[in-house]
């Protein structure tokens, strides 16, 4: 948000200002009440359970492991990784889930955002219910929608043949299943995308829409010149937040089709944990390292372009 | 103005029944297979209950398998409760040094803080990690995982709202011959309440509802969470559809009490975490 890091950055000055007025001595000892040692917790558990990990996949990576000891292969898992058809399809896969949800929750939350900051009755209800199932489990979720979806009892299924329509497998016919399953996640994670939103809409300075309706601008052409480019902030967050959600995506995935029927809807995470669950260590994190690179490949170059964009405004 | 009135109505009334079918049709047919007889429920049925049962389900839910819901229950409020009051603390000290502090350090530091938002976890060599500390499979090591996982968004929380805390205080404070360690536990925690509310109930329901992090880090059932339950029930008990919804209804409880008590601070400590972070 632009305001945001003007604020910000006026707070700072105001405080160097601050502290160089002050008499040398006196700033000294205001600063050691900052102790540093207030990081060492933290620092301690990012190391040891973040950075430890992190940096040691990558070794770990290039080995046959048994979590006890490991002989190094090289670059023979990664190898098996893209020779496998299967496996490479889980990559591919999982860029089409992230890809997929991601649009969706930006195009889906702004409407629903615009929606729901605008005069419409009943406002306090449809923001509850709208980003209520961000709260509840995913593992919930993918059960309710096993049963709402099931092919031969589900209740949707008896909707569409009441009505005539076909009745398809959701979450079993191969070129269905992914959709379904991102289709679910959408329903579960749009609340999020929704609100994020609604804090940039309502962050936009009324004048804006006042002159744009004096000049004569249609609801439409607000829209288009005013709400979408003031809202790029936001836009920008739900664009980073769901696609890192995305390609990491896997607890929904491995509730509602477990990346089947077959493989086909298997993606890096699911395959990730079925490797380490066959017990193939070495392997398994070499599918992580994969994902590792996927992540910040897509991700460091994007939130670059997002974030240069939102100075440029 | 009358027709702008009359679209508000006509739109408000549009979206609330399709939010109706979106929305409150899945969560209604939870509670209502959850009501119903076994045969009944493994219709999948959108239908009333011909006998109300709700009741002895959840108490046979509760004691089916030894119990293992009521055990999965106890585990996951130990860990929820654990972590988070691990998290509020660490977090809230680290975020207000780096707030306060102005050091060469800063853009290293919020590398490695994004870093921790962005990268996914390297699972198995973290069980190498806990199996060396003799914690893994134990609630303990679950809860410094969780702990570690959630660092990184309360920090980027604590360290914006610091600074709208003006230093004067901290100065007056100091002026008073408050330590460093009491500057900030009394000081500067409770004026940071707000925001801790936020971090407690956000990252209390995405503790409380994570099924990948047991299901790597805790295997076995004397340490069995509600996630890793629901999971497991839902792949055995297919004669036992009305216990499973049952399960479902129980597991949504906690987090819509805390939705319904915490509303407000959930929606302003998501977007202000997630924007301005």
């Keep these: 948000m632009p305001t945001s890091t003007a604020n910000s950055a006026t707070a700072i000055r105001a405080a160097d200002v601050r502290v160089d007025a002050s008499a040398p001595g006196k700033r000294r000892r205001i600063r050691s009440y900052y102790p540093t040692w207030f990081f060492i917790p933290a620092i301690a558990l990012y190391v040891v359970f973040f950075a430890i990990p992190t940096f040691s996949s990558f070794y770990f990576s290039l080995t046959r492991w048994s979590l006890f000891d490991s002989t190094f292969i090289g670059f023979a898992n990664f190898v098996q990784f893209f020779q496998n058809p299967q496996l490479y399809s889980s990559f591919v896969n999982t860029l089409i889930y992230a890809v997929i949800t991601s649009g969706t929750k930006v195009v889906a939350g702004f409407f629903l955002a615009l929606l729901l900051t605008g005069p419409v009755v009943g406002r306090g209800y449809l923001r509850a219910v709208v980003f209520f199932p961000v709260l509840i489990s995913t593992i919930g979720v993918g059960i309710m929608f096993k049963s709402l979806l099931d092919p031969f009892h589900g209740m949707v299924n008896a909707v569409l043949g009441f009505f005539g329509l076909p009745e398809p497998g959701w979450f079993t016919d191969p070129h269905l299943a992914l959709y379904t399953i991102a289709a679910v996640d959408v329903w579960k994670g749009v609340g999020i995308a929704t609100l994020i939103f609604m804090a940039g809409i309502v962050a936009i300075p009324h004048e804006y829409f006042e002159a744009a309706k004096i000049d004569g601008a249609g609801g439409w052409k607000t829209l288009r010149q005013i709400t979408i480019p003031l809202c790029r902030g936001a836009t920008a967050t739900v664009i980073i937040l769901s696609l890192i959600g995305g390609l990491r995506s896997f607890e929904i995935i491995w509730v509602t089709t477990g990346g089947g029927p077959g493989f086909t809807s298997d993606v890096l995470a699911s395959v990730i944990y079925k490797e380490y669950q066959a017990g193939f260590f070495g392997l398994s994190t070499a599918g992580n390292v994969v994902l590792f690179l996927l992540v910040t490949a897509i991700m460091v170059p994007l939130s670059y372009v997002l974030n240069r964009k939102q100075v440029e405004l | ?277």
């Design chain 2, 1 to 277: 103005m009358n027709r702008r009135r009359l679209r508000a109505w006509i739109v408000g009334v549009i979206a609330i029944l399709v939010s109706v079918v979106v929305f409150l049709v899945p969560f209604a047919f939870v509670l209502l297979q959850a009501a119903k007889t076994p045969a009944e429920a493994s219709n999948f049925a959108f239908s009333w209950p011909t006998r109300w049962v709700f009741f002895q389900n959840l108490r046979d839910t509760l004691t089916s398998n030894d119990g293992v819901i009521w055990r999965a229950i106890i585990n996951s409020a130990v860990l929820t409760v654990g972590s988070v009051t691990l998290m509020v603390i660490i977090s809230a000290m680290a975020g207000y040094v780096l707030a306060r502090k102005k050091s060469k350090w800063g853009p290293v530091v919020n590398f490695f803080v994004l870093a921790g938002l962005i990268v996914p976890p390297a699972v198995v060599p973290t069980i190498w990690v806990l199996q060396g500390l003799k914690l893994f499979g134990t609630i303990p090591g679950m809860i410094l995982v969780e702990t570690t996982l959630g660092l990184s968004f309360c920090i980027l929380l604590f360290r914006v709202f610091v600074r709208t805390i003006p230093r004067e205080l901290d100065e007056a404070a100091v002026l008073d011959g408050a330590g460093p360690v009491r500057l900030f536990f009394q000081v500067v925690l409770p004026l940071l309440r707000p925001v801790i509310v936020t971090v407690i109930v956000v990252q209390a329901v995405f503790v409380f509802n994570d099924f990948a992090g047991p299901l790597y880090f805790l295997p076995g059932d004397q340490n069995v969470t509600v996630q890793l339950a629901l999971y497991t029930f839902s792949g055995q008990n297919l004669s036992f559809y009305n216990q499973l919804f049952m399960a479902i209804f129980l597991v949504t409880i906690p987090p819509l009490v805390a939705y319904i008590f915490f509303n407000r601070q959930i929606v302003s400590g998501m977007t202000s975490g997630a924007i301005k972070g």
